[in-house]
């Protein structure tokens, strides 16, 4: 190989090293992404999944209070109110409106301490029958009721209008 030869090749593999470099850089780059994804997408499964059981303890704690429209009146203002009821101190025997604030506040305790807004209202679609109603659990900026953005379901539609909410279809 003669001299020019050589001083042609020189930083050659300086190059392939720079390129192997970049190429590591973007797969690292590329892994820190599906991580943060990842990351994102467990934190939001776990939300739904308290939310889930939420819904599903309020449903049963106002089935086993009983089901007329008196006492789900009563859990509709107590969930909408957005303020957690005090505990009842109820020293003989306490008063459907009693073991309506127990509820909501039990559920409300439990709402709060993850950042999860309650609400109830009647399901859009269902004025022609027993008007049916939802109960509504909404996180972040969503607020826990049907209607406008930032609200959780279009109250005239019933289509979603936020992916931060749930609601259960209950009575």
Do not use: F
């Not at 009146?73 to 957005?82: D, R």
């Amino acid at each position: 190989m003669s001299i020019g030869s050589i001083k042609k090749h020189q930083g050659v593999g300086m190059i392939e090293v720079l390129v192997a470099v970049l190429l590591l850089a973007l797969g690292v780059i590329g892994y820190v992404a599906l991580q943060v994804k990842a990351t994102t997408a467990s934190a939001e499964a776990l939300t739904r999944t308290q939310v889930t059981t939420l819904l599903r303890e309020t449903a049963e704690r106002i089935r086993a209070n009983s089901v007329d429209s008196t006492v789900l009146g009563l859990y509709k203002t107590a969930l909408n109110a957005g303020t957690i009821p005090t505990t009842p101190t109820c020293t003989t025997a306490c008063t459907t409106q009693d073991l309506v604030n127990l509820d909501v506040n039990a559920v409300g305790t439990m709402a709060l301490a993850n950042g999860i807004k309650l609400g109830m209202d009647t399901c859009p679609g269902t004025a022609d029958k027993a008007a049916t109603q939802c109960l509504i659990a909404a996180w972040g900026t969503t607020t826990a009721t049907l209607g406008a953005a930032p609200a959780c379901m279009d109250a005239t539609t019933g289509k979603y209008v936020s992916n931060n909410c749930m609601v259960m279809e209950a009575y």
